[in-house]
């Protein structure tokens, strides 16, 4: 007998108990590039010798997938040049944002441009 009282005592004390609906379970899925922003090389090497290095930018992301609000969170080429050119690239990037039940959710995103010298 004293089983079944320490039991129900437990039964009660667990939050998904029958005092409390349990939480219907979501459908989420991840972010996934559709276009990833391509940075103008052939205006950099215009401008100049192309900047060696690597940017990593963090934006948002409107419910369309479009970037916005871009800033550089770091850039390591010589000339600091990659940093704005690849802030100009992410206009035309394009990202399927996150989504809970279907519906696309404000997010940020953060990812890295690197480019390596060819030898």
């Known amino acids: ?46 401008d100049g010798d192309i900047p060696v290095g690597e940017v990593v930018l963090n934006c948002a992301v409107t419910v369309e997938g479009r970037l916005t609000d871009c800033v550089i969170v770091s850039d390591t080429s010589r000339s600091r040049r990659l940093g704005p050119a690849a802030r100009r690239a992410a206009r035309a990037g394009l990202i399927q944002p996150r989504r809970v039940d279907g519906l696309p959710e404000l997010m940020r995103v953060s990812y890295t441009i690197r480019i390596e010298e060819q030898n």
């Open 1 to 46: 007998m004293s089983m079944l009282l320490l039991v129900a005592a437990l039964a009660v004390q667990n939050p998904a108990s029958s005092a409390q609906a349990p939480q219907a379970e979501h459908v989420i899925e991840n972010p996934q590039w559709i276009r990833f922003p391509q940075v103008d090389f052939e205006r950099l090497a215009r």
